[in-house]
């Protein structure tokens, strides 16, 4: 097993490889922002367990912003198609009614979901979650997609 890098070897390291070196440190800057950013939001990323739940004793409303023609192919029942620039816009005319209800917003992968999902909190609506892994782990555990629409 090799050792980890003695202190005194950090400094001639980041002298031989400042692009790498900066890269690192840019990179770990990155990881705390959005970990801070997270701990502190108002969305909370939730499990498929968690929005079955939701969907199913509280009623949540399921917001997918994923293309029309990717909610097409397949979506959860019962979901309204949002895109998240229709949010941006403050066009939520087909979610207003919904303030007071959980929302569980959801996305391809889980990954651009937190945007649309923070564009909902500032339009007032009060338990806003996003959907781990998003549509592609719905689908890998098997859970039921609706077609068309």
């Not at 979610?95 to 959801?106: E, F, G, L, S, T």
């Amino acid at each position: 097993m090799q050792d980890i890098l003695p202190l005194q070897d950090i400094m001639p390291f980041i002298s031989a490889h400042p692009v790498l070196s900066l890269a690192w440190v840019a990179l770990l800057i990155a990881v705390i922002f959005t970990t801070v950013k997270a701990r502190f939001s108002k969305v909370k990323e939730i499990t498929r367990g968690e929005a079955t739940r939701l969907i199913n004793k509280e009623d949540a409303v399921v917001v997918d912003v994923r293309a029309r023609e990717e909610f097409r192919k397949g979506h959860i029942s019962t979901s309204v198609n949002l895109l998240t620039a229709d949010i941006k816009s403050n066009n939520l005319a087909e979610v207003a009614k919904h303030k007071a209800q959980p929302v569980i917003v959801v996305c391809a992968n889980g990954q651009t979901s937190r945007a649309a999902a923070e564009g909902l909190v500032t339009a007032g609506f009060e338990r806003v979650y996003t959907l781990k892994e998003g549509i592609a782990g719905w689908s890998g555990e098997n859970l039921p997609l609706a077609r068309g629409k």
